[in-house]
Structure formats: structure tokens, C-alpha cells
């Protein structure tokens, strides 16, 4: 021991730094070599699951540009459809005839471009909530041809696309669909469409797409190799296979195919999801275990994506694993012998500069920049490099430093370039920089939409307020809306007419109020429905934005001068469909898209305040036409009382003449016979006494003819008989002496009167026969 100690001190540093730093050198890196190849592998599979996710996440990319271009393409041609209105209707088929062949003509990749137009949207004699004309271009061979036809007269029908986009009202992106134009097997194509909404103030006008053929995605399916051995496939949304190297499965959906493997793996659901996922199966086309990753495509504003899928042999990764293991080992060898040589190497001159470098780097490791001073270079060897590098990497950081710190002060301009191509600090701040901005951008929008927010927020709070005050002044009312309306928005002036519908025969619209108007145009103060743009607006139920006013339209004065304005905005006061008004407004900057919603909001409280005051001042009309009713009827109940007591003194005088009668009648039915005939001297009734007298009882009399009770039935050939019905008929009574034959044949000797009983108009009603028997 005492040897070793000795031999220790005897030795030269150089030969100390030799044992010690070669010695432990040797077996901490023999150490740490170890126990790194026991995770090595882990992380090769790792790196290698990395890498294949990043193939995909890029593959899906290219997808995702080559989609949303054709989509985006598309929803252009249904935004330049949006302004159908403003096309006359002599052109209007041709005008977008065109227009289709256009995209068409300009897009390879679209087999057709086409739009149905909502029959109540372009012709407003139709009312039905269906209907529509359908314009469409599309590709057979090298002709592109033309069709219109009409649809859905009887109804739209039931769990359509175009009916789901209808109620929708959102953009649309169908599933993968086998089409052909021509009918033909042999002309069918995979392809999907992409749908815009043609909306007018929110309300469904009709439906603007595209058809795209997929061909081209089965090409690039078939292009993309991963390890030159994986390959790529592209599902859609439901499922259905867009592009895979067996070309059966294209157009056929995952589930019918793999049925288990996507419900083990939830395919269709994570897809549906837009999730990126990746797992490990065993793969029928590749033969053996695959990794497989899931990346997601999304295409633009649906919440339809669809995914790329890559698959990698597993023994492409483990003899990748394997190879990068045993380049791992051969360069962890070499590295050792070379580190040996190094170190036996700068062991002689390591010493003196050793210091210096180890101060530089202890400062640099804890951040210190400014008081780090660079290293003198007196040398071209290891050292001298080692120091111009790390006087390199002083300068490099400086400049980062000195990036970051203008990027933290909020310069986002400020310049910097890479140390070199593979500098990640320098790419993380210029992705933080880029990111930064972006933010920035992001919030300045936000602001922008918040400001305009709370603009329209106040508005509406202060339009509200001054709604419910004057409420019972149409006058008044209406002045405060305008010129706070006119004030509001910054403009110049402005008018409000309301419907005057007092008269229904004649209803026009009445200027109410304005504020800063040349007064002198609305003199007569009266626009008829339909008359200008005042009287249009009524009528059509919509709002006119002019943008380019005639000179004789309108003048804004000041005491400047007189200018026309350059902007006019009208807006019907629509409640429920039902318009109360209009309201016009002039100014001299345009009419921003934030601000007519408001004025349209607005409105629709307007015409609600509008409706209101009507009704109240309709009410308080009628309480005083009732009130006056009221008094009239308390007059007219008065006379109804006395006109009640004094048919009541008439009812008991009545009634007193009826008991009188009635003992008459009771007299004469003991005494006297009395029989009742109609004018063709039917008997109609009798009373007690005439039977008893007769034999014949009611019944048996009764709708017997008078002849019954003569002495000879010849009578009735008589001239006495035919002047006896002349009297009746234009009535005469009649008294005289007569027999009547009774039920047994005897003959009753009476006297009596015949007195025809005639209505108020003069017409025969009936003959009544009194007689008295006078045979004693």
C-alpha cells in the first residue's frame, strides 16, 4: 500500500489525468452504455411509432390541401350566388348557366357543378315551402353538357342530402357515392359533394355544389409507400374507403370489409371524432403484424372529417430497431477508442487551458452571457476549436438572447437568423414569434368583433330605454328613435314612416318623424305602398342597402354647404311578417355589415313598440266608445222599463179580455155547432157539441169532405154551391138556413154564418161554420 501511495505521488499529471479521467472514463461508459442498451430498443420503437405518426400526420396534410382547395373552390361559387337577387329575371338562368360552366371549365377535378334554386326564393308568385330548379354542368367523355330540370313539386323528399342541408342551413360535405349522368354501369364514379347554402336574411334560397371525382386520391393512395414496403389508405367520414392499394375496397366501407377490426378499434367512431390513433394489428394485405396510424383530415368548416390511414410492417420496425442497436454498439466502440486516444492525446495539453474553458462553460451554464468574455485562440488543435466554438456559441446565444428579449418587449418584427440548419432554439423562437403574431392578430380580431359586440349590446340596451318611454305619442316616439338612431351610427339624417291603415281602403305610409331631412321632399308627408324605394322596401319585406345614390334622390345640408350622401340604408319595422313601417337613413360612410343587423334588430323592436302603441290607442278609442255605448244603454234600459210595465198592464188587460173569450167559446161549444174546413172543403175539426148532435165522433169526421153533411151529394153541382165559394174566396161571410145529414141519415134543420178567416197579406186560410139546430 505504502508503494502504491508512493508510485502515486512519483506520477505525472498527465499520467494521473490518463488513469483517472481514461480509467473511470472507461467504466462509467461502460456503465452507462449498458444501461442504455436496456432501454435502447424501447426507444428505437418509440422513435420509429414517432416517425411513422409524423408520415402520417403529413400524408394526411396533403389530403386535407388537395380536399379543402376543391372545397373552398366551391364554397366561392355559392358565395357569388348569394347575390341572386340583384339579377334580372331575363337573364337570370343564363347568368348562372354560365357562371356554372365557368367553374367547371376551370376545375379539372370537378365532374360537375350545379345549383337548385328554391321555387318560392326566385319566383314570388310561389308560396309552396317546396319546389326547386336544378341548373347543372356536367362531364361525359370530353363534352361537358348542360342540364335544368325541375324537382320536388309534390314535397321534398325524406332524408335527402338537399333536405338535410335545408334544415341544416350549415355547410355540407356528403359521403362517398357510386353516380353516374348517363345511367350506365359502366359510367359510375366514386365522388362526393361538397354543398353551400344559399341563405337570404337566414332564410333557405337554395343549395350551390360540386361533384368530385376521387380518382385521383386512389392515385395518390397507391403513390405513398412508407419504407417503400407500407402502404396508405384514405376512409371517409361513414367509413368508406376513398383510396387503398386493393382496389376492390374503394368505394366499399370498412365495416362490410373489417367488420370486427373496426368495432374492436372503434374506427368509425374515432374517425366520426377527427382523433388521431394509432395500434398494432394483424393486416391481411401486408401479411403479418402492422403498426397502423389514424390521422385525422379535417375539410374546411364541416365537422365531417376524414382520416389517412399509413400501415408499416412490424418487422420493417424491429429490423430497424435491430440495425440502429448494432450501429449503436459499433459506434459506442469506436467513440470509446477514439475517446481513449483523445484523452491519452490532449491529456499533455489539456491542462492549462483547462481552467479557462471550465470557467466558461460553468458561466454559460447557468446563463450568464454578459459577463462571459470570449476565449484567446492561440492554437488550431482541439482546444483552440473547442474554443472558437464555444466563442461561437457565445456569439450565437448572445444573438438569441438578444432576439428573445426584443420578442419579451413585444417587437415581433425583430430580425433573426438560424445559427444553422439544424438550430431548434433558433426554429422554437421564430415558431414562438410566429405563434405570438398570430396571437396578436387573433386578438386585435377579437377585440374588433368584442367592440362591435358591445356597440350593438349598448345599442340595443339604449334603443330599449327610449322604446319605453312616450310610448303612448306616436309623434314623439318616433322623433326619439331617429335622431338617436341617426346619432348612434354617425350618421346624417333620417325618417321614419308608419303604415297608416285607418282607412283599409287606403293605406299608405306616413313620414312621422325625421331629423336633418330636406324637409321639402317629404312635404305631402304620405309615400303610397310601392312607391320609390321607400314604398318597395314596404312591400318586399327586405332591407335596400344603396350604394350609389342619384343625384336628385337626397341632400344633406349644413351651413357649409349641401352634399349628396353616399350611402342610404332602408329597413322595413317587420313584427311576426307583418310590416308596421319603414324607417330610411343617409349617410356619408358606408353602412357596415355589424350595424345594419343592428338597425334590423332594432327594428323589430320598433315594430314592436309600434304595434303596441296602435293597440293601445285602439283601446283607448273603443273604452270610450264603449263608455258611450254604455250611457246609451243605460238610456234605452230605461225605456225598456217602462216599456215593460206598460206591456205588462197591456199582458194583464189581455188576459183578462182572454178569460172573457174563453167563456164565450165555452158558451158556444154547448150551444152551437162549429165546424172548422180548409178552401177545398176538407174538415179539418169540429167541436163536442157537433158530434154530439152529428154521431160522428173527431176521428171519424176528421179529413172528410164537407158534402158528407148534405141532404144530397148533388149539391155540390149547384149554382148555389159554386156562389157559396166565390163569397168564401173573396171574404164574404155568409148566414143562412141549411139541413145537415147526421151519422144515421136524419136531417137537422140549423141556421148559421160561414166566415172566411183570411192572413194579413189577403190569403185564404180557413172557413169557420157556426149553427144553431132550430129543428124545434
Request: glycine share 6%.
Given at each position: ?17 490518463l ?9 462509467i461508459?461502460?456503465v ?5 442498451m436496456?432501454g ?23 389530403i ?11 364554397k ?16 337570370f338562368?343564363?347568368f348562372?348557366r354560365?357562371?356554372l ?7 379539372p ?11 318560392n ?26 342540364q335544368q330540370d ?16 335545408k334544415?341544416?342551413?350549415t355547410?355540407?360535405l ?6 353516374t ?5 359502366e359510367d ?38 412508407p419504407y ?15 383510396g387503398?392499394p ?9 365495416i362490410?370489409?373489417?367488420r370486427?377490426?373496426a368495432?374492436?378499434?372503434e374506427?368509425?367512431e374515432r ?10 394489428v394483424h393486416?391481411?394485405?401486408?401479411g403479418?403484424?402492422?403498426?397502423v ?5 379535417i375539410?374546411g ?7 389517412v390511414?399509413?400501415?408499416?410492417p ?8 435491430n440495425?440502429?442497436l ?8 469506436i467513440g470509446?477508442?477514439?475517446l481513449?486516444y483523445?484523452?491519452f492525446?490532449?491529456?499533455r ?10 470557467q466558461?462553460?460553468d458561466?454559460?451554464s447557468?446563463?450568464?452571457?454578459k459577463?462571459t ?16 466554438s464555444l466563442?461561437?456559441?457565445l456569439?450565437g ?9 426584443e ?9 433573426f437568423e ?10 422554437s423562437l ?8 398570430n396571437?396578436?392578430e ?11 359586440r358591445?356597440w ?11 322604446l319605453?318611454?312616450?310610448n ?21 339624417q ?13 293605406r299608405?305610409l306616413?313620414?312621422?318623424a ?7 321632399k317629404?312635404l305631402a ?13 314596404f312591400l ?5 342597402n ?7 334622390y ?6 357649409l354647404g ?7 340604408i ?10 308596421f ?12 355589415d ?22 293601445n ?15 246609451e244603454?243605460?238610456?234605452q234600459?230605461e225605456e225598456?222599463?217602462q ?7 197591456t199582458q ?13 167559446i ?5 150551444y ?9 172543403g ?5 167541436n163536442?157539441f157537433?158530434?154530439k148532435?152529428?154521431?160522428?165522433s ?14 144530397s ?22 148566414i143562412k ?14 141556421k148559421?154564418?160561414?166566415?172566411p178567416?183570411?192572413?194579413?197579406n ?5 172557413i ?8 124545434e
Amino acid at each position: 500500500m505504502f508503494r502504491l501511495k508512493e508510485f502515486y505521488k512519483k506520477m505525472k499529471i498527465q499520467n494521473k489525468l490518463l488513469l483517472f479521467i481514461l480509467g473511470f472514463t472507461i467504466i462509467i461508459y461502460v456503465v452507462a452504455f449498458s444501461l442504455i442498451m436496456t432501454g435502447v430498443r424501447d426507444k428505437v420503437f418509440a422513435d420509429a411509432e414517432e416517425n411513422i405518426q409524423t408520415q402520417a400526420r403529413e400524408y394526411a396534410n396533403l389530403i386535407t390541401a388537395e380536399l379543402n382547395y376543391d372545397f373552398d373552390v366551391t364554397k366561392g361559387m355559392g358565395w357569388a350566388m348569394q347575390s341572386f337577387e340583384s339579377v334580372p329575371d331575363t337573364v337570370f338562368y343564363d347568368f348562372y348557366r354560365e357562371m356554372l360552366y365557368d367553374f367547371i371549365s376551370r376545375n379539372p377535378n370537378f365532374f360537375s357543378t350545379w345549383v337548385s334554386w328554391e321555387l318560392n326564393a326566385i319566383d314570388p308568385d310561389y308560396t309552396l315551402p317546396y319546389g326547386r330548379v336544378r341548373q347543372t354542368y356536367y362531364r361525359h367523355g370530353d363534352q361537358v353538357l348542360y342540364q335544368q330540370d325541375t324537382l320536388n313539386l309534390d314535397g321534398d323528399d325524406e332524408g335527402s342530402l338537399y333536405l338535410q342541408v335545408k334544415t341544416d342551413k350549415t355547410n355540407f360535405l356528403s359521403d362517398p357515392y357510386w353516380y353516374t349522368y348517363t345511367g350506365r354501369d359502366e359510367d359510375l364514379v366514386l365522388e362526393v359533394s361538397p354543398c353551400i347554402p344559399l341563405l337570404i336574411n337566414g332564410h333557405f334560397a337554395g343549395l350551390a355544389g360540386t361533384d368530385i371525382i376521387l380518382d385521383r386520391f386512389q392515385e395518390l393512395s397507391q403513390s405513398i409507400t412508407p419504407y417503400d414496403v407500407g402502404y396508405t389508405f384514405i376512409i371517409s367520414n361513414n367509413g368508406t374507403y376513398v383510396g387503398h392499394p386493393n382496389e376492390s375496397f374503394v368505394g366499399e366501407k370498412i365495416i362490410d370489409i373489417r367488420r370486427q377490426y373496426a368495432i374492436d378499434n372503434e374506427v368509425i367512431e374515432r374517425i366520426s371524432e377527427g382523433e388521431f390513433f394509432t395500434h398494432i394489428v394483424h393486416d391481411n394485405h401486408i401479411g403479418g403484424e402492422a403498426y397502423v396510424a389514424y390521422a385525422p383530415v379535417i375539410i374546411g368548416d364541416t365537422d365531417l372529417p376524414w382520416s389517412v390511414g399509413t400501415v408499416v410492417p412490424m418487422e420493417v420496425i424491429v429490423r430497424e430497431a435491430n440495425r440502429i442497436l448494432i450501429r449503436s454498439v459499433i459506434f459506442a466502440l469506436i467513440g470509446l477508442i477514439v475517446l481513449s486516444y483523445i484523452i491519452f492525446y490532449v491529456s499533455r495539453k489539456i491542462a492549462k487551458p483547462l481552467s479557462t474553458l471550465t470557467q466558461v462553460v460553468d458561466k454559460l451554464s447557468y446563463g450568464d452571457l454578459k459577463n462571459t468574455e470570449k476565449i484567446a485562440v492561440n492554437t488550431d488543435d482541439e482546444i483552440g476549436k473547442i474554443s472558437s466554438s464555444l466563442n461561437s456559441l457565445l456569439d450565437g446565444l448572445g444573438k438569441t438572447a438578444h432576439f428573445a428579449n426584443e420578442i419579451g418587449k413585444g417587437n415581433l418584427q425583430a430580425d433573426f437568423e438560424l445559427l444553422g440548419d439544424n438550430d431548434e432554439l433558433g426554429e422554437s423562437l421564430l415558431n414562438m414569434r410566429a405563434s405570438l403574431r398570430n396571437a396578436k392578430e387573433e386578438e386585435e380580431k377579437r377585440k374588433e368583433e368584442d367592440k362591435k359586440r358591445s356597440w350593438g349590446t349598448q345599442g340595443h340596451a339604449k334603443f330599449a330605454d327610449i322604446l319605453r318611454k312616450d310610448n303612448d305619442n306616436m309623434e314623439t316616439l318616433s322623433f326619439n328613435v331617429v335622431k338617436n338612431l341617426v346619432k348612434y351610427l354617425e350618421a346624417n339624417q333620417g325618417g321614419v314612416f308608419i303604415l297608416n291603415d285607418d282607412d283599409e281602403n287606403e293605406r299608405f305610409l306616413e313620414l312621422k318623424a325625421c331629423y336633418a331631412y330636406d324637409r321639402q321632399k317629404y312635404l305631402a308627408k304620405k309615400v303610397d305602398l310601392g312607391e320609390g324605394l321607400i314604398g318597395a322596401c314596404f312591400l318586399e319585406k327586405k332591407t335596400i342597402n344603396l350604394k350609389k345614390v342619384p343625384d336628385d334622390y337626397m341632400i344633406i345640408t349644413s351651413g357649409l354647404g349641401s352634399e349628396n350622401p353616399s350611402n342610404i340604408i332602408i329597413v322595413p319595422l317587420i313584427l311576426n311578417e307583418e310590416v308596421f313601417g319603414v324607417i330610411e337613413i343617409a349617410s356619408f360612410k358606408p353602412f357596415e355589415d355589424h350595424e345594419i343587423e343592428f338597425i334590423e334588430k332594432v327594428g323589430e323592436s320598433i315594430a314592436s313598440t309600434i304595434s303596441t302603441v296602435k293597440i293601445n290607442i285602439r283601446t283607448k278609442l273603443l273604452l270610450e266608445q264603449s263608455q258611450q255605448q254604455a250611457e246609451e244603454m243605460k238610456a234605452q234600459e230605461e225605456e225598456m222599463r217602462q216599456n215593460m210595465e206598460e206591456m205588462h198592464a197591456t199582458q194583464e188587460e189581455m188576459t183578462r179580455k182572454e178569460h172573457t173569450l174563453q167563456n164565450v167559446i165555452n158558451a158556444t161549444n154547448k150551444y152551437q155547432l162549429l165546424v172548422e174546413y180548409d178552401f177545398n172543403g176538407m174538415i179539418k175539426n169540429v167541436n163536442d157539441f157537433f158530434c154530439k148532435t152529428t154521431g160522428y165522433s173527431k176521428e171519424e169526421i176528421k179529413g172528410q169532405h164537407h158534402k158528407i153533411l148534405f141532404e144530397s151529394e148533388d149539391y155540390t153541382n149547384t149554382d148555389e154551391y159554386s156562389e157559396f165559394w166565390q163569397k168564401m174566396r173573396t171574404g164574404e161571410h155568409l148566414i143562412k138556413a141549411y139541413k145537415i145529414k147526421t151519422k144515421g141519415g136524419e136531417l137537422i134543420e140549423c141556421k148559421g154564418i160561414f166566415y172566411p178567416v183570411i192572413d194579413q197579406n189577403g190569403n185564404p186560410l180557413k172557413i169557420m161554420e157556426f149553427a144553431v139546430d132550430i129543428s124545434e
